[in-house]
Every structure is written in structure tokens, then in C-alpha cells.
């Protein structure tokens, strides 16, 4: 019975506490606020912000690993032994090969291509200078039958 007076004194004083801390409505009944409850749940949604930050924390780490990592200077941080590079090569000789071909080939298409439009130009120039030196021929004759046809008289 002593304890169940005890627990009653208790409520009485979380009571009286409650009413000096949120106050009372202007003489409105209203339910009982439990600061207990309020104290729980506030601590809770705390706990929670608190675990998602520390996760946000991690994920923003986690994320400048990965900057770190998809850095294409990073490789040259990572001490690779030379024996491994040489495999790296070996390994892609085949196609370093076909590469450098294919690459060939097309500097000789681009060298050709080049070649074949300065002949163009060279034989274009030719024709105009040909044409213009047909001209003034034409012209020298024209102007010199005159003279020729005074001497003859």
C-alpha cells in the first residue's frame, strides 16, 4: 500500500511539474501532457537524426574514396612493379599491333588525300597559266600583224 502511495506522490509531483512548465490554459480543461512521453520521443527523433548523420558521415567518405579512385592520376600514386606493367603490355601486344596498322593506314589515307588534291591545285595552275600564256600570245599576234603587214608593203 506504501508503494502504490509512493507512486501516487510521484504522479502528483510530475503533475505539479508539468503544470508549472507547460502552465495552464487559461482555465480550460484539457488533457495532461506527459513530459515523460514528450522527453521520450524528443531523445528518440535526437537518436535518429543523430544515426542518420553518422551514415551521411560515412556515405560522404565513402564518396571521396571513389573521387579518389575514379581520379586518372591515382594510378600514378599506385606503386606498380614493373614486371606487372610488362605483362600489361604483353597482354595487349596483339591489339597495340592492330592499332598502330590501323593507324598507319589512315596517316597514308590522310598523306595520299593530301598528295592527290596538291596535284589537283598543281594541274589547275598549269591550265590557267597555259591559258593565260595562250592569251597573250593572241594578243602579241594581234598586236604585232599590223607591223608585219606595214614591212611587207
Known amino acids: 500500500m506504501e508503494e502504490k502511495n509512493n507512486i501516487a506522490d510521484l504522479n ?15 482555465g480550460k480543461p484539457t488533457k495532461p501532457v506527459k513530459c515523460a512521453e514528450s522527453l521520450t520521443r524528443i531523445s528518440a527523433a535526437l537518436a535518429n537524426t543523430a544515426n542518420k548523420r553518422e551514415r551521411v558521415k560515412i556515405l560522404h567518405k565513402k564518396i571521396e574514396d571513389l573521387l579518389k579512385y575514379l581520379d586518372p592520376q591515382f594510378t600514378d600514386f ?10 600489361f603490355i604483353l597482354a595487349e601486344e596483339d591489339f597495340l599491333r592492330s592499332q598502330a596498322v590501323l593507324l598507319e593506314q589512315e596517316q597514308n589515307e590522310e598523306l595520299s588525300a593530301e598528295v592527290k588534291r596538291l596535284f ?23 598586236l604585232e600583224a599590223p607591223k608585219s603587214a606595214q614591212q611587207m608593203d
Open 12 to 26: 502528483a509531483r510530475i503533475e505539479v511539474l508539468e503544470k508549472r512548465i507547460y502552465g495552464e490554459k487559461a
Open 120 to 142: 589537283e591545285e598543281y594541274n589547275k595552275m598549269m591550265f590557267l597559266l597555259s591559258k593565260q600564256f595562250s592569251q597573250w600570245d593572241e594578243t602579241l599576234r594581234q
Open 78 to 87: 599506385i606503386a606498380v612493379p614493373d614486371a606487372v606493367k610488362l605483362e
